[in-house]
């Protein structure tokens, strides 16, 4: 203490003094296995940051250097601010820019990252750290060919840096060209036979590919070499996770914490997994599921029962069954869910599969943000990925495992699924094949996540009608070769990538036409302006754009231009589409019925008929002709859930709930997130005295909110009518 007293006394006036005692000491700490907490702050706060803050207010390396530490401690934010305070100062720094690029690499923004580090390089060229991000950065981005290129730019600079060496060892050992990656193992090893580095960098990447055997061989090398450095001992803990050795990860994460006591990630994850310890436990044939018995223990027994009864469905749907017992465990709480998945607060969904581990949290609106969910779906979709993980040695792409699990869903294809489908196949927005697993892992914009779910089960569909179910099985197994994704589709498919997507495009508009949606794009309101100008007497232009005021927004527009064209041609069935939907917006309610009876006169195929009809007979009570317009909709557009949900009411007013029932059934079936349709149809069955299908329903009423006691008391009470009392 007196030394450390003494060396900063003699060094308080100068900046560059205090920065250099602080990474001396922050090594020493690490070489003589110092408690980090001991010392973390205090480097930190009376070494970097006092330099810049009593010694040399214009004294930048400081923020530099207290960036740089604040992110091996694995604290992006306040690193952030260091880097940005330094460059304020000065402009031209490349390390702060690559230690942004390294924040942005670390939240999966790879175009940010990209241009933080090109902004490095464009002051210094040869900058290793900035060029070593960028292929981190294809690393991560699965541009694996990108790679080799970049890191030789370092090693042309230096032929002996030994993360270059490292970075292009771990590359070619995740694409399984072992031979290509002995020459750059054994330089490495020529310039320093003890660097643990090497083996971290394969050992990381392994892990990101999921191949763990392989990886836990890496990463206790790296520990061999470096025991007193925390990096490579919490990797291997994290993988443990993963892999579900909880007790060897608790294990693991405390030497690492005995290493380093200030790394977040570490801390986060021992708070965790020492709540788990208390954990309630059920074990069965195949599963192992953990609840928090305080708060969850009704799920306990539910879920254990749920998932046996699942297993042999989806393990002979994709023709495997893992080795090994799967993990379930439901979390109180999302922040506990989230560092069980990340080791930070915050993911945004309530289920993931880590392979062997499938992690959830509760279904309840209290404890967590996102409220109650179904339960059994989730477990349903997140089994299916722990079964094609495992059938395909985690070599899976990520679109197809999600193909497989929404495929497994009873709620596949919602209608929130059918508009984006239907939107997106009309603008020309589906995703390439090649760019289809970023719809999930890096989504551009909002909403591109959700189509990437629906458009790859989409995909899987089209597979299977066009190729037959059996194709399904022979990718997976061919993924489990090490076939890459262009060598599936050329060898298994049958067709090359990029023609596979304009024979997919082709069949999607081809569907529309069978859901009952038009497939072609929406008119452009510039050009068809532009063409209603130039043809002023062209009914067809004059209709088309009355459209495209329409979807505009603009009604006043759209029934002037609209009369307009029925003017040049009474029959234009485009007009009167428009015409009877802006009638009927304005509660024109007869005017509307004229214009979509002389629509569906001319047009028996159309949509808009039946929907402006059964809208309008429902606002003046008529419920014959709505029901009778309300079934010619679903027949015309069956996946609208709008039918469904009028019939289901009109039905239970006229009291013939029989005849709701269907609707109900549907509308559940494709939501299955809300107790209220099960509720409904449970009650429905109940009065009609069929007791077993109302057990069913209550039964899904458990599986979206399990701790309301009004579904439980029903059963019972079945249950006792039955004189079933076991």
Same mark, same amino acid.
């Given at each position: 203490a007196y030394a450390n007293q003494h060396l900063r006394h003699l060094a308080r006036k100068d900046a560059r003094g205090l920065v250099a005692l602080g990474r001396i000491m922050d090594r020493y700490a690490i070489l003589t296995g110092q408690r980090a907490s001991e010392q973390a702050s205090n480097i930190l706060h009376n070494y970097l940051q006092e330099a810049y803050l009593k010694a040399d207010k214009g004294y930048w390396p400081a923020n530099v250097a207290a960036g740089v530490f604040l992110l091996s401690k694995h604290r992006p934010e306040p690193a952030r601010?260091?880097?940005?305070?330094?460059?304020?100062?000065?402009?031209?720094? !490349?390390d702060a820019y690559a230690g942004l690029g390294a924040i942005e690499l670390e939240n999966w923004q790879f175009e940010k990252c990209i241009a933080l580090a090109d902004k490095a390089l464009a002051i210094q060229p040869n900058h290793a750290d900035a060029l070593l991000l960028k292929a981190d950065c294809m690393m991560q981005w699965r541009k694996l060919d990108q790679? !080799? !290129?970049?890191?030789? $730019?370092?090693?042309?600079?230096?032929?002996?840096?030994?993360?270059a060496l490292s970075l292009m060892a771990a590359v070619n050992i995740r694409l399984g060209l072992t031979d290509k990656a002995q020459p750059y193992i054994d330089r490495a090893g020529k310039v320093n036979t003890g660097y643990h580095g090497l083996p971290l960098a394969i050992a990381e990447w392994l892990s990101a590919g999921r191949q763990f055997e392989l990886a836990e061989k890496y990463y206790r090398q790296a520990i061999s070499l470096a025991p007193e450095q925390a990096e490579p001992i919490t990797g291997l803990g994290r993988m443990f996770l993963q892999t579900g050795d909880e007790d060897k990860a608790l294990e693991t994460l405390k030497k690492a914490h005995e290493i380093d006591d200030f790394r977040a990630d570490v801390v986060n994850f021992l708070n965790l997994l020492n709540k788990m310890k208390d954990y309630m436990v059920r074990q069965t044939d195949h599963f192992i599921v953990k609840v928090d018995g305080t708060l969850d223990a009704i799920l306990a027994d539910q879920v254990a029962e749920y998932m046996e009864k699942i297993y042999k469905e989806i393990t002979a749907d994709y023709a495997h069954a893992p080795a090994e017992k799967t993990i379930v465990e439901f979390f109180p709480n999302h922040a506990d869910f989230s560092v069980r998945i990340t080791g930070r607060g915050w993911i945004g969904t309530v289920g993931a599969s880590t392979g062997r581990v499938i992690a959830l949290v509760a279904p309840n609106n209290e404890r967590s943000p996102f409220g109650t969910h179904n339960w059994a779906v989730v477990l349903r979709h997140e089994y299916t990925h722990t079964v094609t993980l495992s059938a395909t040695d985690n070599r899976i792409p990520h679109w197809f495992t999600e193909a497989c699990a929404v495929f497994q869903q009873p709620d596949k294809r919602n209608y929130a699924f059918v508009q984006m489908l239907v939107q997106a196949t009309r603008t020309g927005k589906l995703f390439p094949m090649k760019e289809l697993d970023w719809g999930f892992i890096r989504p551009k914009q909002a909403g591109d996540r959700t189509l990437a779910y629906a458009q790859s089960e989409w995909v899987m569909e089209y597979?299977?009608?066009?190729?037959?179910?059996?194709k399904v099985i022979d990718m997976l197994k061919a993924f489990r070769d090490g076939l890459s994704q262009a060598e599936v589709f050329e060898r298994i498919v049958g067709v090359p990538e990029k023609d596979f997507d304009q024979a997919f495009d082709k069949w999607a508009h081809e569907t529309l036409k069978k859901w009952g949606f038009n497939p072609e794009p929406p008119p452009d309101l510039a050009k068809v302006s532009k063409a209603a100008q130039e043809k002023p007497q062209d009914p067809a232009a004059q209709a088309t754009l009355a459209l495209a005021q329409l979807y505009r927004g603009d009604k006043r527009s759209a029934e002037q231009t609209a009369r307009k064209a029925l003017q040049l041609d009474p029959n234009s069935?485009?007009?009167?589409?428009?015409?009877?939907?802006?009638l009927s917006d304005r509660k024109k309610y007869d005017d509307a019925i004229e214009a979509a009876n002389k629509l569906e006169?001319?047009?028996?195929?159309?949509?808009?008929? !039946? $929907?402006v009809l059964s809208q309008c007979y429902i606002a003046k009570k008529q419920w014959a002709p709505a029901i009778a317009a309300l079934e010619l909709l679903q027949q015309r557009q069956p996946l609208d859930s709008y039918s469904y949900e009028q019939l289901a009411t009109i039905y239970n007013q006229l009291g013939q709930p029989e005849k709701a029932l269907p609707n109900l059934i549907h509308l559940h079936r494709h939501t299955m997130t809300d107790p209220k349709y099960a509720r409904q149809i449970a009650e429905t069955y109940r009065s009609l005295g069929l007791n077993d299908e109302a057990l069913t329903y209550f039964e899904e009423v458990t599986h979206i909110n399990p701790y309301q006691p009004n579904a439980y008391e029903a059963m019972a009470a079945i249950y006792r009518s039955n004189g079933d009392f076991g």
């Amino acid at each position: 203490a007196y030394a450390n007293q003494h060396l900063r006394h003699l060094a308080r006036k100068d900046a560059r003094g205090l920065v250099a005692l602080g990474r001396i000491m922050d090594r020493y700490a690490i070489l003589t296995g110092q408690r980090a907490s001991e010392q973390a702050s205090n480097i930190l706060h009376n070494y970097l940051q006092e330099a810049y803050l009593k010694a040399d207010k214009g004294y930048w390396p400081a923020n530099v250097a207290a960036g740089v530490f604040l992110l091996s401690k694995h604290r992006p934010e306040p690193a952030r601010k260091e880097f940005a305070l330094a460059l304020k100062l000065n402009g031209q720094i !490349p390390d702060a820019y690559a230690g942004l690029g390294a924040i942005e690499l670390e939240n999966w923004q790879f175009e940010k990252c990209i241009a933080l580090a090109d902004k490095a390089l464009a002051i210094q060229p040869n900058h290793a750290d900035a060029l070593l991000l960028k292929a981190d950065c294809m690393m991560q981005w699965r541009k694996l060919d990108q790679v !080799p !290129p970049i890191v030789e $730019k370092v090693l042309k600079a230096n032929p002996n840096h030994l993360d270059a060496l490292s970075l292009m060892a771990a590359v070619n050992i995740r694409l399984g060209l072992t031979d290509k990656a002995q020459p750059y193992i054994d330089r490495a090893g020529k310039v320093n036979t003890g660097y643990h580095g090497l083996p971290l960098a394969i050992a990381e990447w392994l892990s990101a590919g999921r191949q763990f055997e392989l990886a836990e061989k890496y990463y206790r090398q790296a520990i061999s070499l470096a025991p007193e450095q925390a990096e490579p001992i919490t990797g291997l803990g994290r993988m443990f996770l993963q892999t579900g050795d909880e007790d060897k990860a608790l294990e693991t994460l405390k030497k690492a914490h005995e290493i380093d006591d200030f790394r977040a990630d570490v801390v986060n994850f021992l708070n965790l997994l020492n709540k788990m310890k208390d954990y309630m436990v059920r074990q069965t044939d195949h599963f192992i599921v953990k609840v928090d018995g305080t708060l969850d223990a009704i799920l306990a027994d539910q879920v254990a029962e749920y998932m046996e009864k699942i297993y042999k469905e989806i393990t002979a749907d994709y023709a495997h069954a893992p080795a090994e017992k799967t993990i379930v465990e439901f979390f109180p709480n999302h922040a506990d869910f989230s560092v069980r998945i990340t080791g930070r607060g915050w993911i945004g969904t309530v289920g993931a599969s880590t392979g062997r581990v499938i992690a959830l949290v509760a279904p309840n609106n209290e404890r967590s943000p996102f409220g109650t969910h179904n339960w059994a779906v989730v477990l349903r979709h997140e089994y299916t990925h722990t079964v094609t993980l495992s059938a395909t040695d985690n070599r899976i792409p990520h679109w197809f495992t999600e193909a497989c699990a929404v495929f497994q869903q009873p709620d596949k294809r919602n209608y929130a699924f059918v508009q984006m489908l239907v939107q997106a196949t009309r603008t020309g927005k589906l995703f390439p094949m090649k760019e289809l697993d970023w719809g999930f892992i890096r989504p551009k914009q909002a909403g591109d996540r959700t189509l990437a779910y629906a458009q790859s089960e989409w995909v899987m569909e089209y597979i299977i009608e066009t190729k037959g179910y059996e194709k399904v099985i022979d990718m997976l197994k061919a993924f489990r070769d090490g076939l890459s994704q262009a060598e599936v589709f050329e060898r298994i498919v049958g067709v090359p990538e990029k023609d596979f997507d304009q024979a997919f495009d082709k069949w999607a508009h081809e569907t529309l036409k069978k859901w009952g949606f038009n497939p072609e794009p929406p008119p452009d309101l510039a050009k068809v302006s532009k063409a209603a100008q130039e043809k002023p007497q062209d009914p067809a232009a004059q209709a088309t754009l009355a459209l495209a005021q329409l979807y505009r927004g603009d009604k006043r527009s759209a029934e002037q231009t609209a009369r307009k064209a029925l003017q040049l041609d009474p029959n234009s069935a485009r007009a009167l589409e428009v015409l009877a939907v802006v009638l009927s917006d304005r509660k024109k309610y007869d005017d509307a019925i004229e214009a979509a009876n002389k629509l569906e006169a001319l047009d028996h195929t159309t949509s808009f008929a !039946p $929907k402006v009809l059964s809208q309008c007979y429902i606002a003046k009570k008529q419920w014959a002709p709505a029901i009778a317009a309300l079934e010619l909709l679903q027949q015309r557009q069956p996946l609208d859930s709008y039918s469904y949900e009028q019939l289901a009411t009109i039905y239970n007013q006229l009291g013939q709930p029989e005849k709701a029932l269907p609707n109900l059934i549907h509308l559940h079936r494709h939501t299955m997130t809300d107790p209220k349709y099960a509720r409904q149809i449970a009650e429905t069955y109940r009065s009609l005295g069929l007791n077993d299908e109302a057990l069913t329903y209550f039964e899904e009423v458990t599986h979206i909110n399990p701790y309301q006691p009004n579904a439980y008391e029903a059963m019972a009470a079945i249950y006792r009518s039955n004189g079933d009392f076991g």
